[in-house]
């Protein structure tokens, strides 16, 4: 029996919080260093997860970004929420020195199957222009591979723009180098 995408969604994406710690110049979240005023609080995010059960089986997979969703606090009980709810989990982290290998081991374990990772260049000075941190491009690649040891499916997001589109193909080369 088809999907009726009118009665379900496929993906719910939620936007945990506006704390980041990069400077993206394209970032649509408007992210800032400290949690925005108005978050859902622990409280109203379960009741959240709560009502996505509503949607009945299979459920739809839950999207958690930012900001960095990382930065979200009490993010480890709101997986293990979700996850006790059979809520597939993605989550689409910064690459920030939050995102450590026992961080990402912690992840998976808690049921994270997929992560998107942002990927703006192929060659580090346009990832880097965009997204403000000196280093970024090589610790996105590092971040992609661990994620990709640990059993985490990794899908790249890349903004097109006049920056990026002539490395596009080049960008997609990596990416499938990277197994992602």
């Known amino acids: ?45 379960r009741r959240f997860l709560d009502s996505l059960t509503a949607f009945g089986r299979p459920r739809p997979v839950l999207v958690a970004t930012g900001g960095d969703v990382l930065a979200r606090r009490g993010l480890d009980g709101l997986l293990d929420h979700a996850g006790s709810l059979g809520i597939p989990l993605a989550l689409a982290p910064s690459v920030t020195p939050l995102l450590t290998e026992e961080r990402i081991a912690d992840l998976r374990r808690r049921g994270v199957k997929i ?46 723009m006049r920056e990026t589109v002539e490395e596009l193909p080049s960008i997609m080369r990596l990416i499938r180098e990277l197994g992602a």
């Not at 969604?9 to 993206?24: D, M």
């Not at 690649?141 to 903004?159: K, P």
């Open 1 to 45: 029996m088809p999907l009726d995408l009118d009665a379900r969604p496929i993906l719910v994406f939620w936007e945990t919080t506006k704390a980041c710690g990069l400077a993206c110049k394209h970032c649509r979240a408007e992210a800032q260093r400290d949690p925005a005023p108005g978050e859902l609080s622990d409280a109203e995010s």
């Open 115 to 160: 992560a998107s990772i942002s990927l703006d260049g192929a060659e580090p000075e346009t990832h880097e222009r965009i997204r403000g941190v000196p280093g970024h491009h090589a610790a996105t690649l590092d971040a992609i591979r661990r994620l990709r040891r640990h059993g985490i499916t990794v899908q790249v997001n890349t903004v097109v």
